[in-house]
């Protein structure tokens, strides 16, 4: 079992900019596909990004595309998100979570099913 821990969410204005973390505990952190989701109040949790075990293989939602990028720093056994061009539909509590294989391709990574191991989560929370 990895251990995740994310952080640097917060409360930002419209169209502003944050960082997210995802610090994973864990030997084998770089054999995981990494992938961040978010849950608004009221909604189900949805995915937002993916990144394979290497970070040459990403994957997004529609709603966060062109907006969002996932990346990876294996030595740091470390997941980011940064997220530009924030709105006040992405408000929500954003969960880092590890699937225990090196790939999962296009939109099968959008599945929770498909992933092992979640975070606490992280609120983030976009004024209008």
């Known amino acids: 079992q990895v251990q995740l821990v994310e952080s640097g969410g917060g409360l930002v204005q419209a169209g502003g900019s944050l960082r997210l973390s995802c610090a994973a505990s864990g030997r084998t952190f770089s054999s995981y596909t990494m992938g961040w989701f978010r849950q608004a109040p009221g909604k189900e949790r949805e995915f937002v990004a993916s990144?394979?075990?290497?970070?040459?293989?990403?994957y997004y939602a529609d709603s966060v595309k062109g907006r969002f990028t996932i990346s990876r720093d294996n030595a740091k056994k470390t997941v980011y998100l940064q997220m530009n061009s924030l709105k006040p539909e992405d408000t929500a509590v954003y969960y880092c979570?590890?699937?225990?294989?090196?790939?999962?391709?296009?939109?099968?990574?959008?599945?929770?099913?498909?992933?092992?191991?979640w975070g606490q989560g992280t609120q983030v929370t976009v004024s209008s």
């Open positions: 990144i394979n075990w290497s970070g040459g293989s990403t």
């Open positions: 979570a590890a699937a225990k294989t090196p790939f999962i391709g296009g939109v099968t990574a959008t599945l929770r099913a498909k992933y092992d191991d």
